[in-house]
C-alpha cells in the first residue's frame, strides 16, 4: 500500500501568508494532480498556541531567523505562523481536500517546536501517524508540501526511520532556504530514502 503525505500546504506558508516560502504556491496544481494517483492521502498542519516558542514575538529584543536556545536546543525564531484555528493556519482553499482522509496537527505544544509529522522536535511525543499508517498496511509513503528544508525534511528522516519506503517529490516541495535544499536530499538518499518527480509517478 502507498499513501501520499502532504505537509503544511496551510495558508501562511503560501503567498500573502506570515511565513511564505517563495514559489510554494506553486507546489499546489502538482499535488492536486498527484492525489488522483494514491489511493489513500493524509496531510499535517502545522498548529501552534500564540504563546508558542518558536514565535519571534514571545521573544522581545530578538529577531526574525535568529537563532536561541530553548530547553537547551537551538531554535529558529520564525514570525508567527499557523496559530491554531486562525486562517493562516487553514489548508490552502486551493488544494483540493475531498481526497484527504486524516489530518494530523502538529506544533501545539507551546515549549517545544515540531517539524516532522511524526514525533515533536524532542521526540516526547508521537502524532501517532506512524501506527495509523502501518493500522492501513502503506509500506510506501510520499512526501510533497512545505517547507522542503524543514517538515519535509524531518518528516522523511523519521519515515525513513520507521521503516517506510520514503520518497519526497521533489517537484511538489519549496523550500525556505532553496539553497540548503541539495543537502537534504543528499542526507535523505544517505538514509535510504528516495528523491523522485512527480512524473515518475504520473508521466509528463
Ligand atoms: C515549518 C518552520 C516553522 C514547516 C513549520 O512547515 O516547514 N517551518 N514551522
Ligand atoms: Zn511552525
Known amino acids: ?11 501562511d506558508f503560501l503567498g500573502g501568508g506570515s ?4 514559489g510554494g504556491d506553486e507546489v499546489i496544481p502538482v499535488i492536486n494532480k498527484l492525489q488522483e494517483h494514491f489511493q489513500l492521502v493524509i496531510a499535517t498542519q502545522d498548529w501552534h498556541p500564540i504563546s508558542h516558542k518558536s514565535f519571534v514575538s514571545n521573544h522581545p529584543g530578538k529577531s526574525v531567523y535568529d537563532v536561541i536556545e530553548v530547553r537547551g536546543k537551538s531554535q529558529i525564531l520564525w514570525p508567527d505562523h499557523c496559530v491554531q484555528a486562525s486562517d493562516g493556519a487553514s489548508l490552502s482553499g486551493k488544494l483540493s481536500q475531498h481526497r484527504i ?11 517545544i517546536d515540531s517539524y516532522s509529522a511524526f514525533y515533536d522536535n524532542e521526540r516526547l511525543k508521537s502524532t501517532g501517524l506512524a501506527d495509523f499508517l502501518r493500522g492501513r498496511g502503506v509500506k510506501r509513503l510520499y512526501i510533497a508540501g512545505l517547507a ?14 520507521e521503516g517506510f519506503v520514503t520518497y519526497i517529490i521533489e ?9 540548503k535544499f541539495p543537502a537534504v536530499v543528499a542526507d535523505v538518499l544517505k538514509q535510504g530514502g528516495f528523491v523522485i518527480d512527480s512524473t515518475d509517478l504520473l508521466g509528463t
Not at 500500500?1 to 495558508?11: C, G, K, P, R, Y
Not at 511565513?19 to 517563495?22: G, M, N, R, T
Request: hydrophobic letters at 45%; proline letters at 4%; charged letters at 25%.
Open 19 to 22: 511565513l511564505a516560502v517563495v
Open 171 to 179: 517537484d511538489a516541495v519549496r523550500s525556505v532556504y532553496p539553497e
Open 148 to 161: 522542503g528544508d524543514f517538515c519535509v525534511y524531518y518528516s522523511a528522516k523519521d519515515a525513513i526511520s
Open 1 to 11: 500500500m502507498e499513501a501520499l503525505l502532504l505537509i503544511d500546504v496551510q495558508n
Open 101 to 111: 482522509e486524516a489530518v494530523f496537527r502538529k506544533g501545539t505544544n507551546p515549549e
